[in-house]
Nanobody, 124 residues
Framework: QVQLVESGGGLVQAGGSLRLSCVAS????????MGWFRQAPGKAREFVST????????KYAESVKGRFTISRDNTKNTMYLHMNRLKPEDTAVYYC?????????????????WGQGIQVTVSS
């Protein structure tokens, strides 16, 4: 099992930017596929982005494609989500997730390690 801690959330105006970080501990970070998910009030958790163990493959939800960038630094046991041109509909609790695999996954059912979540609020 790996422990995950998110940081970098907060309140930002529409059109602004934020960078989320997810620091992993207790496992070999480069052995894990990583993902970002989010959950808005009253809605189901949804996929945002995923990255394979090396960072060579990334996938995005259509709603964030072209605005968000996922990356990882295996030397720092950290994954990032750079969020640009934020919209009010991006407001949600954002979760990082990990699963030991050399692939990547877009479904939350495939992940077995989760962070506690961090709030991102975009004002209009």
């Amino acid at each position: 099992q790996v422990q995950l801690v998110e940081s970098g959330g907060g309140l930002v105006q529409a059109g602004g930017s934020l960078r989320l970080s997810c620091v992993a501990s207790g496992g070999i970070f480069s052995s894990y596929a990583m993902g970002w998910f989010r959950q808005a009030p009253g809605k189901a958790r949804e996929f945002v982005s995923t990255i394979n163990w090396s960072g060579s493959t990334t996938k995005y939800a259509e709603s964030v494609k072209g605005r968000f960038t996922i990356s990882r630094d295996n030397t720092k046991n950290t994954m990032y989500l750079h969020m640009n041109r934020l919209k009010p509909e991006d407001t949600a609790v954002y979760y990082c997730a990990a699963v030991r695999s050399n692939s990547y996954f877009t479904s939350d059912y495939d992940y077995d390690n989760w962070g506690q979540g961090i709030q991102v609020t975009v004002s209009s």
